[in-house]
């Protein structure tokens, strides 16, 4: 795909993503987000930027740990994901972080101005991951880190049907490389690529849990990457992708109607 056209893709598809995806997908992915935070060993004080920041989710986390006296520039591609944030800030007491729509292969932003940068789960969606990655090696300071997060490989992950399931219908473009950073070492490889040093890679598998079918269809298609797509449908089609996906998460279904959903992580930290 141009990347031009995937970049417009996902800005939009974002944008349509923005009121469902921080309520449907906070806590699901808490654990990968501790694990980038943990790999990432912030410092109070520090100066962080993060890219493709959505809604705010690691922001907010990121603005407790460096405190007052460090300070956060929180980016996304999409105005959606932008006004959400700021929306949520101004509801908090917390003066560290400032949001700015911009994409992350691009950052503007001076040469070895932060002490870190990170990225949880937005690798995916970037038309060239390896760019993203050097951008964020470019802005940061000799001596600081560099860290990101993506969703691991696909068979590993319970919910990703959805792409060929929605694709059937509509050609949502979203991501045709999806899992490609999730694959055995591509990660790590992308950060060597970027001249990064001391890399370590982590491997996670989690369960996503849902309360019932309402909540696994918010998330995954009003509140996730092929949201765009969905805004296309008609009331045939909806109901006629529901009932494929459903059927696809079928085999992680209790019989209290709720879901475990298995989810796969992989997590990646170097040093400029």
């Known amino acids: 795909m141009d990347p031009r056209l995937q970049i417009r893709v996902q800005r939009y598809g974002w944008d349509a993503a923005a009121t469902h995806y921080h309520t449907c997908w906070h806590r699901h992915l808490k654990p990968a987000h501790d694990t980038l935070l943990d790999m990432a060993n912030l410092k109070p004080g520090q100066n962080v930027i993060e890219t493709a920041c959505g809604s705010g989710i690691v922001t907010l986390r990121l603005a407790e740990i460096v405190g007052p006296n460090g300070s956060v520039t929180a980016t996304d591609l999409s105005q959606g994901m932008i006004d959400d944030l700021t929306t949520r800030l101004s509801e908090t007491p917390i003066e560290n972080v400032s949001a700015h729509r911009m994409p992350a292969e691009m950052l503007d932003q001076a040469d070895d101005r932060f ?148 989810g796969e992580f992989v997590s990646v930290s170097a040093s400029v």
């Open 115 to 262: 002490d870190a940068a990170l990225c949880a789960l937005g690798l995916m969606y970037t038309p060239d991951p390896s760019k993203a990655v050097g951008e964020m090696a470019r802005v940061v300071a000799p001596g600081g880190t560099v860290a990101a997060t993506v969703w691991g490989e696909r068979r590993n992950c319970g919910w990703a049907d959805v792409f060929p399931i929605v694709d059937a219908r509509v050609a949502s473009e979203v991501c045709p490389m999806f899992f490609g950073t999730g694959a055995p070492n591509a990660l790590s490889r992308i950060f060597e690529q970027a001249g990064l040093n001391n890399i370590t890679e982590r491997r996670q598998s989690e369960t996503l849990a849902f309360e019932d079918d309402t909540s696994v269809l918010n998330a995954v298609l009003k509140g996730g990457p092929v949201a765009l797509a969905v805004k296309r449908f008609d009331d045939e089609t909806w109901d006629g992708v529901c009932s494929d996906f459903l059927a696809s998460v079928a085999a992680f279904r209790k019989p209290d109607g709720s879901y475990d959903i298995p």
